[in-house]
């Protein structure tokens, strides 16, 4: 049968060869992770591997003779197609594309097609799949947190900037104007503080939700950060934008309810336009941001337009803001002292501490020009605590050199108290001073008790270890007799505001009475703040009280001329 023994024995070796390759092409096939088939020139399957049939979830039997575009959805057949067609002019292709599952779901596929060629004519084609569906997954998770902020699910900074470009772009296109709103939840910090930040987390959520659903399809809504979103409005007027920051200030004002406690917060919302406030994204969001500044100066739950005299006040607060930092360091601040008189003993036996900012350019500034900024800005915590310290050490000094005061009364924001390690802090620093906690008198405000749960846990350990409580400007604010009671607190200090008019003003001579009356009751110290006058303590003590700070007696002063009362 084999006439040519060279001929054949190259004939039985080049058998063997191809079986060879064909039973290593069939192993391969066999056991390759991707996904490996045939096709006819018409595009029907005459193989596929296991790995394919995993892959998709339809059986071998099921799947050959049958064309691969059924398995491609409609959308993408056009693509497929004409890939389909360059592979069988003889080129490899590439393309990502989709692949039916026999669930009915797509499945995200990288397809390499390669024609079968043999004696340079193209007979098939050979296709190989590999599953991305994973990293296609990956790729989205990518995008949301490149986008998208976690919590709210709202678009981030990163995706606000991108669609603010492009709105912009349109916009000056169909020259109509566009609304940027930039809304910041007021005292926000303090319901992180003092609720945990996991209430905080769910209370920015309600807000976000909110905020969506109140808006049309044009409107754009981000999260910047913190407790800060901006709104987009496009082709849009001044009016229009009111109207919408009036619609967003009542949604959000509805009570929030978090672990079965009701909460309300407001927003403040600042305005800027386009294009009269600014010609890029940047330039807007700076603008609603400064108009956002004036609403909180106007008293918050409100909003603002942005003028263009704004500019100039807000720079002036940023600069009084790094200046307070500045300070911060270079330990610009002094403490003055005011004397606190035993009217029976006829003594001072207490000193309050009172903070003065020595600014290096404008003098001594009074506390109220600074402390609302300090606590806005949260610089009023290191700021507290070196109030703290100093009058303690200095406190300390005066009893080791003979004094005989028994009281030092430091007052204590709110943002200062509702820190989680407030009384850790006060019992440290008492420690480092070496000052008995018997002397020290923290003053807190009547506002400050709102937030009862959390003030009277800490009020009840300060005072286990000796510290004691007063209430400061007693009288303007609202605080329930049973919450005093119940908190346990020292003493009160009655407003100046009654006593200077106390002589001439009956109504502010009975709230007197009826607090001197309630104090008694209650076995409270009582001390009157801002008497100025002979009258007024003739009266006063009329009254039967025997505290008394004020002018009357001395200013709050500076260390070294309360020495000289100290020791005369
Ligand atoms: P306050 O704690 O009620 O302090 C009393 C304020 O009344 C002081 O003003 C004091 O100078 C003033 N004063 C005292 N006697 C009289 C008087 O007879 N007539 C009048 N008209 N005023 C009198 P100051 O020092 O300007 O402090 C104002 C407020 O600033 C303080 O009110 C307190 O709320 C806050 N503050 C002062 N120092 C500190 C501080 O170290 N930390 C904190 N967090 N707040 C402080
Ligand atoms: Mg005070
Ligand atoms: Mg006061």
Request: with cysteine; aromatic share 8%.
């Amino acid at each position: 049968m084999i006439r040519d023994n060279k001929k054949g024995h190259s004939f039985v070796k080049t058998t063997r060869q191809n079986s060879f390759f064909e039973h290593r092409y069939k192993s391969f096939c066999q056991h390759s992770p991707d996904g490996i088939f045939s096709l006819s020139l018409e595009g029907v399957f005459t193989d596929v591997n296991p790995a394919l049939v995993a892959l998709c979830g339809h059986s071998k039997s099921q799947m050959i003779e049958r064309s691969y575009t059924d398995y491609i959805p409609t959308e993408r057949l056009n693509e497929n197609i004409a890939l389909i067609q360059l592979t069988k002019k003889g080129s490899v292709q590439h393309i990502q594309t989709e692949f039916l599952h026999v669930d009915g779901h797509f499945i995200q596929i990288d397809l390499t097609t390669i024609p079968i060629i043999v004696d340079q004519e193209v007979l098939g084609i050979q296709g190989i799949i590999k599953d991305v569906s994973n990293e296609s997954a990956r790729q989205n998770q990518i995008e949301e947190m490149t986008y998208y902020d976690p919590l709210t699910k709202l678009p981030n900074r990163n995706l606000f900037n991108i669609r603010l470009k492009e709105l912009l772009e349109q916009t000056d296109d169909n020259h109509c104007q566009l609304a940027l709103l930039f809304i910041d939840l007021d005292r926000f910090k303090l319901v992180n503080d003092t609720l945990g930040h996991s209430a905080g987390d769910q209370l920015l959520k309600v807000v976000a939700h909110r905020l969506k659903e109140n808006l049309n399809e044009e409107a754009f809504v981000a999260r910047l950060g913190g407790d800060e979103f901006v709104l987009v409005l496009g082709e849009t007027d001044q009016p229009e934008a009111a109207i919408i920051a009036q619609t967003i200030i009542k949604a959000i004002a509805k009570p929030i309810r978090i672990n079965e406690q009701n909460f309300l917060i407001t927003p403040s919302i600042g305005i800027s336009l386009h294009p009269h406030d600014g010609n890029d994204p940047s330039m807007l969001v700076r603008s609603a941001d400064i108009a956002m500044y004036q609403a909180k100066e106007k008293g918050r739950n409100c909003y603002q337009f942005y003028l263009q005299s704004m500019g100039e006040q807000t720079k002036r607060k940023l600069e009084m803001e790094r200046a307070l930092r500045e300070s911060l360091i270079n330990n610009d601040f002094i403490l003055h002292y005011q004397p606190q008189v035993d009217l029976e003993l006829d003594r001072i036996t207490g000193l309050e501490a009172l903070v003065r900012w020595e600014h290096p350019l404008l003098g001594l500034i009074p506390p109220l020009e600074f402390i609302p900024l300090a606590e806005e800005t949260g610089l009023i915590v290191p700021l507290g605590e070196w109030i703290l310290r100093a009058a303690c050490q200095q406190f300390h000094l005066w009893l080791e050199r003979g004094c005989s005061l028994t009281r030092l009364s430091v007052n204590i924001s709110v943002i200062q108290f509702d820190q989680d390690n407030f009384c850790q802090r006060v019992i440290e620093i008492l420690e480092e001073t070496e000052l008995d906690p018997e002397y020290l008198e923290l003053e807190i405000t009547e506002s400050q008790m709102l937030n009862f749960d959390s003030v009277i846990d800490k009020i009840k350990n300060l005072r286990s270890k000796g510290v004691k409580i007063a209430i400061d400007d007693f009288g303007t604010g609202y605080s329930p007799l049973s919450h005093l009671r119940q908190i346990g607190i020292d003493t009160l200090k009655i407003d100046k505001g009654f006593i200077t008019n106390i002589c001439n003003n009956p109504r502010d001579k009975v709230i007197v009475q009826s607090i001197v009356y309630m104090a008694q009751m209650m076995k409270l110290n009582l001390i009157a703040e801002g008497v100025e006058t002979a009258e007024q303590l003739k009266l006063l003590v009329g009254e039967n009280l025997k505290e008394v700070q004020g002018f009357y007696f001395s200013r709050p002063l500076p260390f070294l001329e309360l020495e000289s009362l100290l020791f005369k």
